[in-house]
């Protein structure tokens, strides 16, 4: 299929005006000047009908609070509004997702938002969520550290978040939002479509807060008549009286060529009448692509070439017009959340063809890595093959990412499905590693193991997880027989180093003779990673300080020590300031190990990871000896 490239306008919605700017002009240099001009033409026609709204713009001017909040059923212009007001401010842009229920995804969003301001902002709390793997336990952490690298917010730079509703579907994003705000200095403009929980009764009674809510939001017959000023039909003040004040109804009935209204209409019927309306001007190709463009949870990049194909142009261009896509700053576009629902009823016409194009859909956002997007549609469209196909394909990346959350979903999921299959039992034993329940993890990862084929590219890792969690609780003989079956089915060189690294440290433990024989195999293993070497370093640390043979081992480390600035790993990072501070502490440098050791500590309160702090003052103490410190060492014992 043809990749229309002003699709890509589609991928802003989540990033803000800033962004999408760019990518729009990157989207105008690789379109003909024919097909640009009428997506242009197409935006312009759309804008006509949305009108400044002075009345909210003073209420938000005025306003005092640090948070802002725009709180209103979809459809009364919240996010057009909050355009509006920043349109002249410094600010950055965030915009939920289906994925935003997970606090993985809102900080690695957030992160990604802020920086376009604060270089770097939010990178350690990345770092560490995916080191530990278990942002939901580590909330307050994680908002400690993000909120640190906000100290220094500008005074004039807003933050919108908008659509933040989808981050109240779960408990943990909705308290890092609110531990970010108590910690930091962050101005606030939020729209959804409920009010957060944090925004308490006595926070908007003191002026922490200040809402606009639907009776604010709804439009008054002078706006309403500014929308309807180019019919000469149209009779405004009744309306708004009958579509109370909803601007999403009145903005379809200026769009719409008649306006002969149902009498004595409630405003659900009024809007369901205009979307017909608009609807039956559209095309039967066009009304087929805008049914398929409803199908997706999210317009990113490509999904609408992938979509329409060829028609993609044409069908964006008739969706514009007819008011179904919005037009944003920039040109971005993206469906109307109202009219989504309608077109959601009208490919219930064709509940087989949308099936399969739901199911094809589901596997190109497996493919982007949209698990949050995947997820939606394979509950929806529910079959046991496609669950454990994208959960299969994206259990590695979910990980990587730290997506606890999400991956509890899809485990909630085939649970509530009675999906019996290894690949559910692995991704509960990751979920059980994670909240340290290591009898539950090697069970169900033994479990895994067995049913997994021999070739199959998690059995590795379904057999590093069982060893793992069997050598943590001191069972080093069966964690050996599990990474040895690791090691013998990994089909990556990071399941390979997994394996051989975790049977290194459990040989050296039983003080087995073939400790040689695993460093030499984790030396194989070098693939010219920073992970890869700093993995290589530690392995021939440990030996050599059981072996007492440190020959050689001081200075690799102080060649690894400028790999530790590409590493995103806490845990790695730690564990090779600590090695360093001890080996340098033991050839008896130690002034230099207490600087390392010092730097160990530093940086493990700076991440978080308390467990690490007596073991740097342990090296500090150490040095302290001898460097005749004596009453210091005694403090720090």
């Not at 109804?249 to 369901?272: F, H």
Request: some cysteine; overall charge negative.
């Amino acid at each position: 299929m043809m990749k229309l490239p002003v699709s890509v306008a589609l991928a802003a919605a989540d990033t803000g005006p800033s962004l999408s700017h760019r990518v729009v002009q990157s989207a105008k240099r690789d379109m003909s000047p024919e097909a640009m001009a009428g997506i242009e033409t197409a935006v312009e026609a759309a804008r006509r009908y949305i009108i400044k709204r002075p009345r909210l713009t003073r209420l938000l001017d005025n306003a005092n609070a640090r948070v802002l909040m725009l709180v209103a059923p979809a459809g009364f212009g919240k996010t057009t509004l909050a355009r509006e007001w920043v349109a002249d401010r410094p600010h950055v842009w965030y915009r939920g997702t289906t994925a935003t229920a997970d606090v993985a995804a809102l900080i690695a969003g957030l992160s990604t938002a802020i920086s376009e301001a604060l270089p770097e902002a939010g990178a350690r709390a990345v770092a560490r969520m995916r080191a530990t793997g278990t942002p939901e336990q580590d909330v307050d952490i994680l908002a400690d550290l993000f909120a640190e690298d906000l100290a220094a917010w500008p005074e004039d730079l807003w933050l919108v978040v908008d659509d933040y509703q989808f981050a109240m579907e779960a408990k943990a994003p909705e308290r890092f939002v609110d531990g970010l705000l108590r910690r930091s200095p962050v101005k606030l403009l939020l729209t959804s479509r409920k009010r957060p929980k944090w925004a308490s009764a006595r926070r908007l009674l003191y002026g922490e807060i200040y809402e606009l809510g639907r009776n604010e939001l709804a439009m008054d017959h002078d706006e309403a008549a500014a929308v309807l000023a180019h019919r000469k039909d149209a009779p405004a003040a009744g309306l708004v009286a009958l579509a109370e004040g909803w601007p999403a109804v009145i903005g379809l009935a200026a769009l719409t060529d008649e306006l002969d209204l149902p009498e004595g209409s409630l405003p659900d019927t009024l809007y369901e009448y205009f979307a017909e309306e608009l609807y039956q001007a559209a095309s039967p190709a066009a009304q087929e692509g805008l049914c398929r463009l409803a199908l997706a949870p999210s317009l990113g990049e490509g999904t609408a070439a992938f979509l329409l194909g060829d028609n993609a142009r044409d069908v964006i261009d008739v969706g514009v017009r007819l008011g179904f896509l919005a037009a944003r700053a920039g040109g971005q576009l993206e469906l109307h959340p109202l009219l989504r629902a309608f077109l959601d009823a009208k490919t219930r016409e064709h509940p087989t063809r949308t099936e399969v194009e739901a199911k094809q859909l589901a596997l190109y956002f497996a493919d982007q890595h949209s698990w949050g997007d995947a997820y939606t549609l394979v509950e929806l469209f529910f079959s046991e093959r496609l669950f454990l196909e994208i959960l299969e394909l994206g259990l590695p990346n979910i990980l990587a990412e730290a997506r606890t959350a999400t991956l509890a979903r899809w485990v909630d999921l085939g649970e509530l499905k009675k999906v019996d299959a290894p690949v559910v039992d692995l991704a509960q034993a990751e979920l059980a590693f994670h909240e340290g329940n290591r009898a539950k993890s090697r069970a169900l990862a033994i479990r895994a193991a067995r049913g997994l084929g021999a070739a199959h590219p998690l059995l590795s890792r379904a057999h590093y997880i069982a060893g793992t969690s069997t050598r943590l609780d001191f069972n080093n003989d069966e964690a050996r027989l599990h990474y040895a079956e690791a090691l013998r089915s990994a089909l990556t060189p990071q399941d390979r180093r997994n394996a051989i690294y975790g049977d290194l440290i459990v040989s050296l433990d039983l003080n087995s003779a073939d400790f040689k024989q695993r460093l030499a195999e984790l030396l194989e293993t070098a693939d010219g990673t920073a992970v890869g070497d700093v993995r290589i370093a530690l392995g021939r640390l440990l030996v050599g300080i059981r072996t007492g043979q440190l020959d050689g081992i001081a200075e690799l480390m102080e060649s690894s020590d400028h790999l530790i600035a590409r590493l995103t790993e806490p845990h790695l990072v730690s564990s090779f300031y600590f090695c360093h501070a001890f080996l340098t502490a033991l050839q008896g440098r130690y002034a230099k190990a207490h600087t390392l050791a010092c730097n160990c500590e530093r940086y493990a309160l700076d991440v978080r990871l308390p467990f690490v702090v007596p073991h740097a003052q342990v090296v500090r103490a150490m040095a302290d000896l001898g460097l005749r410190y004596f009453a210091r060492c005694s403090r720090l014992l």
